[in-house]
């Protein structure tokens, strides 16, 4: 068939549901996040396996900060390295981007893992979220929470109040599959020993976690990482980083927050806070118009981490619009002559 554009007929015609205002940030700020992302890993990654975790954190925060400064966004740092006063670069308020286009929310982790960086551990990561403004919940009244990822299968079935063993047999179900062939991701901590157990005593198997709590529940929600859920405490600042991504991976995560001291719940609950609450995706981050965007620095269940091939640094990233579902998996190749001032000097 044949359209006859004098007659004013469309050769197509874009999705209400995918079209953006002026005011909201656009599909092309995706592809921007990742040269961010790129830029951290790089940097980071000229010390993997240094043993000095402080060092190549400090590395991607220059280099995230300096590439962050050329995207066209408005952005406002609300999970960052800290306060004002801990943490000179991408503090917690700080406005990034070239000051142009539309307003956000920014969640930095400039490496999510740097234990693991310093270790040349799998599973580092350098991340990236953006929203629209004042859409992420704000993380400062309580640093942990309880969290429950899994993927689009049983994302309706679970419950974080639900018992654990009840929660595997609803996702082995959702999923076709035998308890016993269930694969949880849970980071190895000491507070987590009682939870361990259970998820054995269930039948299900265990998958320990160093570090990197972002990159375990987006293996836990996406399709083909043979990693079926992820439980247990950790962040809620990556809680949050991780909502961002499942917006488009779909799947759901679900979290409670867990004071660590009296002092931290009293200021929870003076800041309007229900402890005995569970959030959920949409609780976390209430905008249908996030992008996540994520570059590997050590090999991992997501990503593959940065390589050197002669004059080439090799990068993979993954990133990520909510708005269109889409999820690119970008390939990297840079001229590493052309990356040396983010080198280590030794």
Known sequence: MRFDVSQGAQYSTLSPNLAVGDSEPDRNLALELVRVTE?????????????DKNA?????????RSLISTVSFNGVVVIGEGEKDEAPMLYNGEH???????????????IDGTRLTALGINNALAVLAVAERGTMFDPSAVFYMEKLVTG????DMVDLRLPVKQNLHLIAKAKGKKINQLNVMILERDRHRPLVQEIRDAGA??????????????????????????????????????????????GVIQGRLWPTSDDEKQKAIDAGHDL??????????????????ATGITDGD??????????????????????SGTIRVVEGEHQAHKWESYARSN
């Open 56 to 64: 190549a954190d400090g590395a991607a925060v220059d280099a995230m």
């Open 39 to 51: 830029a951290a890993a790089i940097a980071g990654g000229h010390w993997v396996g240094f043993g």
């Open 96 to 110: 990034v981007g070239d000051g142009t286009g539309a307003l956000c929310d920014v969640a930095v982790d400039p």
């Open 276 to 293: 005995d609450r569970v959030m959920s995706t949409n609780d976390l981050v209430t905008s249908d118009n996030c992008y996540f965007a």
């Open 152 to 155: 689009p299968e049983a994302a």
């Open 205 to 250: 198997r265990t998958r320990m976690l160093m570090d990197g709590d972002v990159a375990g529940g987006i293996a836990a929600a996406r399709e083909g990482t043979d990693v079926d859920a992820l439980m247990g405490i950790g962040g809620t600042p990556e809680g949050i980083i991780t909502a961002c991504a499942i917006k488009t991976l779909g």
């Open 302 to 323: 997501l990503l593959r981490g940065v390589r050197y091939k002669k004059d080439q640094v090799l990068t993979q990233s993954i990133v990520m619009r909510s708005k």
